[in-house]
């Protein structure tokens, strides 16, 4: 079974733009969480999917959004990029309606310059 | 003060040895305790969870919860260079729990030959 994917693995933007990130969860998965880690943050929740409804959310400005579609693939998006949005950001997904078993897929990589 | 606290390390160790890893805690309402695995470049990898106070092993690994002290550990025995990735504790109320993760900072370990 493949796992959780992402694009794209790295991106490089400027202050002021935005940018879109991709994650495919594992088949028949239909929960997808959204995170961001940081060196001196950590992992941080951003949001939270199940059947295209977003269930949970972070404490994340609104210009972090997300979006799942009908086969349960996601979009994540940050507007009006800032220098401290600069993390790696992870997608897990779930099988069982639970967040304990949640498959981490290896992130987008964002340096905003 | 953060909810949940994990040394950062590094944390080397020779080959063979027993890894000890710790995080200590503050919300008694945490529930379930996870332990995950995070190489270089890569997502997390979730290696175990339990429940409520006590102890889980699974092959070489060890967790241990001692929810009177909030304390969790998570040993490695017999220990192998493929061990070296930075080690995040994780902690929630309840299965639900998406956005109510508390993840600690991480612990880097490195097991050298």
């Known amino acids: 079974k493949a796992g959780v994917t992402q694009t794209p693995r790295y991106l490089i933007k400027t202050r002021g733009q935005q940018v879109t990130l991709s994650c495919s969860p594992i088949?028949?998965?239909?929960?997808v969480s959204w995170y961001q880690q940081t060196p001196g943050q950590g992992l941080q929740f951003l949001f939270e999917?199940?059947?295209?409804?977003?269930?949970n959310k972070g404490n994340f400005p609104g210009r972090f959004s997300g979006r799942q579609f009908s086969n349960s693939r996601s979009e994540m998006n940050v507007s009006t990029l800032e220098l401290g949005d600069s993390a790696l950001y992870l997608c897990?997904?779930?099988?069982?309606?639970?967040?304990?078993?949640?498959?981490f897929g290896p992130g987008t990589r964002l340096t905003v310059l | 003060q953060k909810e949940v606290e994990q040394d950062p390390g590094p944390l080397s160790v020779p080959e063979g040895a027993i890894v000890s890893l710790n995080c200590t805690y503050s919300?008694?309402?945490?529930?379930?305790f996870m332990w995950y695995r995070q190489y270089s470049r890569k997502g997390p990898e979730l290696l175990m969870y339990?429940?409520?106070?006590g102890n889980k092993e699974d092959g070489r690994f060890t967790a241990q919860v001692d929810k009177s002290s909030k304390y969790i550990s998570l040993f490695i025995r017999d220990s192998q260079p493929s061990d070296s990735a930075t080690y995040l504790c994780?902690?929630?109320?309840?299965?639900?729990?998406?956005?109510?993760?508390?993840f600690g900072a991480g612990t880097q370990v490195v097991v050298t030959p």
């Open positions: 897990a997904s779930s099988s069982r309606d639970s967040a304990l078993e949640q498959f």
């Open positions: 088949s028949g998965h239909r929960s």
């Open positions: 999917y199940f059947s295209e409804t977003q269930r």
């Open positions: 919300n008694s309402a945490f529930q379930y």
């Open positions: 339990t429940y409520s106070s």
């Open positions: 994780a902690m929630s109320e309840t299965t639900d729990s998406w956005g109510k993760f508390q």
